[in-house]
């Protein structure tokens, strides 16, 4: 670290978060975010490879705050480890998380830890619910249960990126201290030529209009949706193309979808794409399609970035983007879908001067609220207040999240007259 970049303050942060080559829209997040919270606070990160080490360094030189990046994907399952046990500032990027929690559960067979954990979070819930999804039938009906009061009870401070899923957050937890932390986007750079260079590659003219969709291609995107809306376009005698740029390994249909909607010249599927690659995609784009429904109230990344290289958008008009100024993006009514998303794509394609403004409009709104700038002095000013803290004292979480496992080293232990209590740093003869 170079003079010019110690940390203005001492306190000391542990970092826990997946990080590249890790393919994650968090990880890349942590990437851009600590450079810039390293010139103020001293940060070790823990992903999942480095998470083992935590335990023994704060114990040595206690941490001030643990800083843990939570979403509803398997690249956090190992966070759930340590955030009950060592509490500290909980970043919800999914304010929904039960699909993970019941995957990662259920996976390790541990049926009986997940109907205890979602008893705990929803106490008012059907209770046989949980046999539903151990037999493996969950899926959407996860979204109708968030699985979220162990981590709002434990944490020291929980921030999400919207206002609104905030202030939901406070009434549904009064004793909780939740914050908004803005989630920030770097523009992605476009090369020289890149509109052309794409388009060609595609088998798209010049002239035509491009729809693009970024990000995990899954059917939540509103997919279906998309490609009826696309077919209507294309038998009106509008040169429309869908660009669907992303991994789309968690929808096992796509291909079956698209060739039986009759438009395999029409869609053009990329797969993953580097971070290092979006901006050349974005280029080719005229305008982007950033649907979801159901929800985990997450913001989106991707949405962002569109928004970002000023390109117009369409968005699905859900109840927490309320607050987003109409002239930002075309809204999808999920009552009226396929006549809604049509109409707002058949407006792009016939009025570039809309089209235009809109891009513009996004553009101003991500630079004035959405910039990786932004989110960094979100960070400097709620870490110092996270830190402070107290950490919550909660005596009746579910027994998986305060067993030490150790019973069987203890049964060993004991069968030759030792007594050990490891956690506590005693051993008795």
Known sequence: MTNDQRPTTSLRLAWFSPLPPVRSGVAALSAEILPLLRRDFEIDAFPEAKAHDFVWRHRRAPYDLVVYQLGNAAWHDYMWAYLARYPGLVVLHDPRL?????????????????????????????????????????????????????????????????????????????????????????????????????????????????????????????????????????????????????DASGYPTLAHDISAAGLQTRVHVTGYVEDRAIGEYLAAADACLCLRWPTALETSASWLQCLAAERPTVITDLAHLVDVPREVALRVDLLDEDASLAAAMRALASDPARGAAVGRAGRAYWLAHHTVDAMADDYRRIIPIAALQPAPVVDDLPSHFVDDYSGRARAIAAAFGVSVDVLAGRARN
């Open 98 to 246: 039960h699909h993970a929690r019941a995957r990662h559960l259920l996976q390790q067979g541990r049926a009986d830890d997940y109907r205890a954990e979602f008893w705990y979070d929803h106490p008012a819930a059907v209770r046989d619910f949980v046999e539903y999804a151990v037999a493996g039938l969950g899926g959407p009906i996860y979204y109708a249960w968030a699985m979220l009061r162990v981590v709002a009870r434990t944490a020291r401070m929980v921030a999400v990126h919207n206002a609104r899923v905030a202030a939901d957050l406070r009434e549904e937890f009064p004793a909780a201290r939740v914050e908004t932390i803005r989630l920030g986007t770097p523009a992605a750079p476009a090369p020289a030529a890149a509109r052309d260079r794409v388009r060609a590659a595609k088998g798209v003219g010049p002239n035509a209009i491009v729809f693009a969709a970024f990000g995990k291609i899954t059917p939540e995107k509103r997919i279906a949706a998309m490609l009826r809306a696309l077919g209507l376009l294309a038998r009106d005698g509008v040169d429309a193309h869908l660009l669907l740029a992303g």
